[in-house]
Structures are given as structure tokens and as C-alpha cells.
């Protein structure tokens, strides 16, 4: 049986884990804060469409073949994270001042697209490579 000293100390680690966002969250409330609320859905939908493109590679064996792979885990790790630097660099290149960012209409069709495209991209990375790999 659990002690009460063991059970508190579970609940405050889960509760701890539980209330970190982890970095597809970051993720998404960043592209909130930047590009606006259409570009967050979609951002958060491609992150939902990443996870379950994940689950689906799971049930096939991907996952095995990654848990058994340190060779194949470190690239998905990498080009992981590569893809996310790269979206900063653009984020950093391609930013507007502070009147042009809020004058702007709050997103397009084709940005919609590309927000989606990059959560499915973080979802897949993120999944892989998720905490305590």
C-alpha cells in the first residue's frame, strides 16, 4: 500500500509536470502573442495533426524503430531542432515594426497554411523527441 507521505509526494510532482507547458504549448502561445489568433488555431490544429501523425507511426512500429535507433533518434532530434531555429531566423528576418504588425489585418489564407504546416512539423518533432528522451 502507498503511504500518505508517498502519495504527496506524487501528487505534487504530477501536479508540477502537469502545469509546465511543454514546448509545443510554448509554441503555439507564441505564435498567438506574435501573429494573432487565426495563426494560433491553425498553429495549434497542425500541432494536434503532428501528434496523431505520431500515434499513427507508433502503431506501425516507427516508435520501436526510434526507442531501438540512437542513430535515426538523434537525426529526428536534429532536424528538429534546426527546423525550429529556422523559424526564428525568419521570425527574426521577416519582422515588421510595432505599427505595421498592428495596423496588419490579423492573418492570411497562405499564413494560415504555413502556421499549420509548422505545428504539424513542431507536433512530429516535439512528440519524438518529447521530455525525458
Known amino acids: 500500500m502507498i503511504s500518505s507521505g508517498q502519495l504527496a509526494g506524487f501528487t505534487v510532482a504530477s501536479l508540477v509536470i502537469i502545469v509546465i507547458p511543454g514546448p509545443g504549448v510554448l509554441f503555439v ?62 521570425a527574426f528576418r521577416h519582422r515588421n515594426s510595432l505599427e ?10 497562405a499564413g494560415s497554411w504555413r502556421a499549420l504546416r509548422d505545428g504539424v512539423i513542431v507536433g512530429v518533432t516535439v512528440a519524438f523527441t518529447g521530455p525525458g528522451k
Request: charged share 10%.
Open 29 to 90: 502561445v507564441g505564435r498567438a502573442l506574435s501573429h494573432g489568433r487565426r495563426t494560433a488555431v491553425a498553429t495549434a490544429a497542425g500541432h494536434a495533426a503532428g501528434n496523431y501523425l505520431v500515434a499513427a507511426c507508433v502503431a506501425v512500429g516507427l516508435g520501436a524503430l526510434l526507442q531501438r535507433s540512437e542513430q535515426v533518434f538523434t537525426v529526428v532530434k536534429v532536424v528538429g531542432a534546426l527546423y525550429l531555429i529556422f523559424i526564428g531566423v525568419q
Open 100 to 109: 505595421a504588425a498592428i495596423a496588419s489585418p490579423a492573418g492570411s489564407p
